[in-house]
């Protein structure tokens, strides 16, 4: 896997398990519960000495994880790392002798920062994702919003503190590639061997990651003046008309489309954090976006599209939260 693809990979599962391991034997189980809650990569964290056995056991057993290691704090800690399976090196602080060993093995790595200054020097290394921790007391997304203005182009992988309070403040922020965090795959859980419980976990992080939230209800009408005529019904219920050019807006939850457009019946359109990462999401869930209704905003970012599937012959609208 290509760095550019580990990245898009991160950026549309959002959510990085952050592991600290007691017992290699426990590794394939974790690794299979959370790739049942929908996460197919994970970091194992060299804080304790199971680190390098889970990290080979996932890295030999697994292929559907990419297993990566964290807290690695030396070149010798990374080739370590990589030679028991380690996709990509992640670690709390940015080591410059770290990096470099792993940029000239062509190993992806994503070191920590906490200041500007620290940014810049990943910048000069040629690293445009970094690793913001520990996020939360660092300011959390307030830090990150300012960060973006002198740093445009990099992206965050946001660790610290960050749990399902406060998950969808991150998610929403556009520098942040993903999130990762500990809480689903706490020691608790995983020396007490549960499985499901992390798998449930899992799974509900990305589903509230995606800020999938229903938006409005589409009406199709065959032309202008039925439109106008539904409208005008519509008007008794207390409902305020917007007339744009091509539908009629009641209120925010109801859309007058003035011709017979997507969907048997109309649309149900929803909103979301993130278009791509959304479609990525319900792919896993059997759906599939019909390329030909992309748009795109002015910095080339989907603003919606529409799913290939009807449910109850309406068709689904997705439309990226403003
Ligand atoms: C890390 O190294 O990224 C953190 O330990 C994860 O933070 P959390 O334990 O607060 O989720």
Same mark, same amino acid.
């Given at each position: ?8 990979? @991160? ?9 600290k391991?007691?017992?290699? =034997? ?33 890295? $030999?057993?697994?292929? /559907? ?26 670690? +709390?602080?940015?080591?410059? /002798? ?8 062509? *190993? ?10 620290? *940014?810049?020097?990943?910048?000069? !290394?040629?690293?445009?994702? !970094? ?14 919003? +300012? ?9 965050? *992988? %946001? ?7 406060? *998950? ?6 556009? =520098?942040?590639? %993903?999130?990762?965090?500990s809480w689903m795959v706490k020691a608790e859980l995983i ?5 499901? /419980?992390?798998?449930? &976990? ?9 800020? &999938? ?5 589409? @009406? ?5 003046? %039925? #439109?106008?005529?539904? #409208?005008?019904?519509?008007? $008794? ?13 009641? =209120?925010? /939850? ?10 048997? $019946? ?57």
């Amino acid at each position: 896997m290509t760095k550019k693809e580990l990245f898009k990979e @991160i950026h549309d599962i959002g959510v990085l398990p952050v592991v600290k391991i007691d017992d290699e =034997n426990n590794a394939i189980p974790l690794a299979k519960a959370l790739n049942k809650g929908g996460i197919s990569y994970i970091e194992i964290t060299f804080r304790t000495d199971a680190a390098e056995g889970a990290i080979r056991k996932i890295a $030999n057993e697994c292929p /559907e994880i990419v297993v990566g290691a964290g807290t690695v704090i030396n070149p010798s800690l990374a080739e370590k790392a990589v030679r028991a399976g380690a996709s990509f090196i992640v670690s +709390a602080g940015l080591n410059v /002798e770290t990096v470099k060993w792993c940029i000239s093995n062509g *190993i992806p790595v994503v070191p920590g920062i906490a200041t500007p200054s620290e *940014i810049e020097l990943g910048l000069s !290394l040629g690293l445009d994702v !970094l690793k913001f921790f520990p996020a939360e007391t660092l300011g959390g997304v307030s830090m990150l919003k +300012a960060l973006s203005g002198p740093f445009p182009k990099v992206k965050f *992988i %946001a660790t610290g503190g960050i749990d399902m309070t406060n *998950i969808q403040s991150y998610a929403k922020a556009p =520098n942040v590639l %993903a999130i990762g965090g500990s809480w689903m795959v706490k020691a608790e859980l995983i020396n007490g061997e549960k499985w499901e /419980e992390i798998a449930t &976990l899992a799974a509900e992080a990305r589903e509230r990651f995606q800020g &999938l939230e229903f938006a409005h209800v589409g @009406i199709n009408t065959p032309n202008e003046s %039925a #439109a106008l005529e539904v #409208a005008s019904a519509l008007k $008794n219920f207390s409902m305020k008309d917007k007339n744009g050019n091509s539908s009629i807006f009641m =209120n925010t /939850e109801i859309e007058v489309v003035k011709k017979i457009y997507k969907g048997g $019946n109309g649309h149900l359109a929803f909103r979301c954090f993130d278009v791509e990462r959304t479609l990525r999401y319900l792919s896993e869930k059997g759906f599939q976006v019909d390329d030909e209704t992309f748009s795109y905003d002015a910095r080339g970012t989907i603003k919606s599209c529409y799913l290939r599937q009807e449910i109850g012959g309406f068709a689904i609208h997705l439309i990226k939260t403003m």
